[in-house]
């Protein structure tokens, strides 16, 4: 027995182990970006009163959606709201798992019609004291920003070496023109999050209107902050495949995926 014993702990000792370490419960923040260019319309989606769906609309219905799952996975995880024009404000400051208060957020939630230069500098200094607060109470906080101006670059001073918590984006633009340079936004954007992100942090962006593209991105952030993998390597959602009865020939080229745009 002490033979058969001592064999299996020297197996064991040259076999690779992954070290426990603790996956901490969230606080997130989500910002809100209510510039007039929030209120674009999408495409091909109403609401109940047979409107249009602006892009205002469709971050408030995939935030309800993210607490919704986020809180289906795990009850402790936590949530805040702000709104950004041309600073940050909050909307709603004690951070709750309460979904009525989610709810009550976003009623209160609505656009501006002022459109300044945004200053996302004040948004890194509440963000930073909020971090700290979540650190003492042994979780972790997240920023996810939802950004709709596609001609307005964010600018922020803040220092290089304070990274505390994760930033995560959605950007909703047009698509490029004469008056829009959302590849520009995009860039600033990233070098945002770059800049902050204590952890991998995703941006994600659409431009073609459509709130399901919304809803989809959104979910990919259902994904927690110490859990992730690079963007590159995000191979979800799948592409659907046509999958023909068995024994016919499909009628397209085989495994051609069907657009989920």
């Not at 495949?241 to 069907?258: C, D, F, L, R, S």
Request: some cysteine.
């Amino acid at each position: 027995m002490e033979e058969g014993d001592r064999r299996s702990r020297e197996e064991g000792s040259s076999r690779y182990t992954l070290q426990p370490s603790r996956i901490c419960n969230e606080d997130i923040l989500f910002c809100i970006d209510i510039d007039p260019q929030s209120l674009v319309e999408m495409k091909t989606a109403t609401g109940h009163n047979g409107r249009p769906l602006t892009r205002l609309d469709s971050i408030k219905q995939s935030i309800l959606l993210f607490v919704h799952s986020k809180l289906a996975i795990n009850p402790d995880h936590r949530f805040a709201f702000a709104t950004l024009s041309n600073t940050v404000s909050w909307l709603k400051k004690d951070f709750s798992s309460d979904v009525e208060s989610t709810m009550a957020a976003m009623r209160g939630l609505s656009a501006t019609n002022i459109s300044t230069q945004p200053d996302l500098t004040n948004l890194f200094r509440l963000a930073a004291h909020e971090a700290k607060k979540s650190r003492a109470q042994g979780r972790i906080l997240r920023v996810i920003l939802f950004y709709c101006r596609s001609n307005v670059r964010p600018q922020h001073q803040w220092p290089v070496n304070q990274k505390l918590y994760t930033l995560d984006v959605m950007y909703l633009h047009d698509k490029p023109g004469p008056e829009n340079c959302p590849q520009e936004v995009y860039d600033t954007l990233v070098e945002a999050l770059e800049h902050v992100s204590e952890y991998e942090g995703y941006i994600l962006e659409s431009g073609q209107g459509l709130a399901r593209v919304v809803f989809r991105h959104v979910l990919i952030l259902l994904s927690h902050p110490q859990q992730r993998c690079i963007q590159e390597n995000i191979d979800i959602p799948k592409s659907l495949a046509k999958k023909a009865p068995q024994g016919e020939p499909m009628a397209t080229e085989e495994n051609a995926p069907v657009s989920t745009q």
